[in-house]
């Protein structure tokens, strides 16, 4: 008996020990980038570095957003994730239900496995297409643009997993709603939503972060400071020449910590959403 609890025991120490470690290597580049935003320039740029902080300051939070454009560029990054988020999950909802319900008919597994097939196509290979295209509708350096393109990539992996939620919901749901009068458009709206509600929050917080870290669009398709998204304009404290370590640590906290602080308040509902949809009713 003494021997089990004591296998136990061990057990859970090891299996918590090696969490910690990996939890540990996890953290330690962000840690590292929290440390180098509140160094001064010397210690930066020190060729002895060091974790500890000798003079902490935050002369680097201060002049990323007194000195530059960052704010602005937060702004314009909140802009274009919420709005793909809100196209996305508009589209998502109503060829994810379609994907669900009829799925037997050939169509739908035609539409479905194209959706597939454009999750294999890597973003690179579009990349002097949509320029074009952009370019020809007057749409480069517009938010319009990214949120374009950010719905291309994110409205086919958010239909599927909308469709894994939607498959969950009882079809005799849908059959009492009817026989109540409430017509298709009706059920999505009063009943299938509020029922899926924390697999669609699961599905827009997806496609909000996807739309908040991408870069290579918002580099390429956005060439004015009063339009450029976070991720790209950040870069900006990195020079030919010279790099602003303490800038660019401190603008990459400032982009990180708002997201970061907003998932772990909503992990119980983003965890909860995605159980959802692991099961099928």
């Not at 061990?10 to 969490?19: D, Q």
């Not at 470690?21 to 440390?35: E, G, K, R, T, V």
């Not at 294999?120 to 643009?145: E, F, N, W």
């Not at 009706?186 to 697999?199: C, E, N, Q, Y």
Request: hydrophobic share 55%; net charge neutral.
């Amino acid at each position: 008996m003494v021997v089990g609890a004591s296998q136990r025991s061990l057990r859970s120490v090891l299996t918590y020990g090696t969490l910690i470690l990996f939890a540990a290597y996890s953290l330690f580049p962000f840690l590292w980038m929290i440390d180098t935003a509140l160094k001064p320039v010397a210690e930066v740029r020190s060729a002895d570095p060091s974790f500890w902080i000798d003079a902490p300051t935050l002369s680097n939070f201060t002049r990323v957003l007194l000195d530059s454009e960052f704010l602005t560029y937060f702004r314009n990054s909140l802009i274009v994730a919420a709005g793909s988020t809100i196209l996305t999950i508009t589209i998502s909802v109503f060829c994810s239900y379609a994907l669900s319900r009829w799925a037997y008919l050939s169509l739908s597994r035609l539409v479905g496995g194209a959706l597939l097939l454009s999750q294999m196509i890597p973003g690179v290979l579009l990349l002097v297409p949509l320029y074009i295209l952009m370019q020809r509708l007057g749409l480069l350096s517009t938010y319009a643009a990214l949120i374009i393109v950010y719905c291309t990539f994110t409205i086919p992996l958010c239909t599927f997993m909308l469709k894994g939620f939607f498959d969950a919901v009882p079809r005799e749901l849908e059959d009492a709603s009817e026989i109540d009068g409430c017509s298709r458009t009706g059920f999505i709206l009063r009943v299938l939503l509020p029922v899926s509600a924390p697999g669609i929050f699961a599905t827009a917080v997806f496609a909000f972060v996807t739309a908040w870290n991408e870069f290579m669009f918002g580099y390429v398709l956005i060439n004015s400071d009063a339009r450029r998204t976070l991720t790209p304009g950040i870069m900006l404290f990195k020079g030919s020449h010279l790099t602003d370590w303490g800038g660019l640590m401190a603008a990459s906290v400032l982009a990180v910590v708002p997201i970061a602080l907003g998932f772990v308040y909503l992990q119980r509902f983003l965890v909860e959403g995605l159980s959802a949809g692991a099961v099928k009713g």
